[in-house]
């Protein structure tokens, strides 16, 4: 039993360990500081004993279950006999897979008191924990090679914020927890297909913030603002037969 105490700590280990602590946190276990302090012995520690001591004075944690696969959307009900004749728009193309490429299990980007980014060609991991204390961290998807269908993102906003761009053909699903702070996820005009890649984010956003935006490679935001009010007018000309 003391072996298993002082094994080697896996990345999962370690990670469910700061889960349970952002629970605890987002159940009043624990005030920020408390969540700061236990959080960087969490990233420090390097055996099971030191995880362990973190939770031994802290409440039992209720299980919850989460669905593991990404809803896919509500397919539209044909329109009734004399309705007008206007189309819904058509899902956007999906970012391809590409399943040959080798893809890390999990990868961590921290940023206290800076700024990280990760943009340009890379391949995302299949877990990527983000962790932004009174600083940013930029992840831009536009050239990222997808290899595995769904990218989980775990995040960690404490006074910091996290700016995500995604291309058309992704869909970004957001589960986490925000207390004073702001989650903000693209409103799409042409929804993904259901087969589109899933960016997957949950965690913890405490007085910071996470923005999620939608852009196309190469396109500024200004270049991406004009180009939704563009479609937009489109679109009601189309629906008012002008």
Known sequence: MRDSQQGALSPEERQATVDRLCAHFARDAMNTTELERRLDIAYAARTRAELVALEQDLPALRSETRADVPAVPAVPAPAADGAADVAAPAPAPSV???????????????????????KGSWVPPRQLTAIAVMGGTDLDFRQATFATGTVSVRLLALMGGVDIVVPPGVRVEWGGIALMGGVSTPERDTPP????????????????????????????ARDARKRIRKDRKARRRLASGD
């Open 96 to 118: 391809p897979v590409d399943p040959s490429r080798p893809v890390q299990e999990n990868d961590l980007i921290v940023s206290i008191w800076g700024a990280t980014e990760r």
């Open 193 to 220: 297909a259901p087969d589109a890649p899933v960016i997957r984010l949950t965690g913890l956003v405490c007085m910071g913030g996470v923005d999620v935006v939608e852009r196309h490679p190469g396109e500024s």
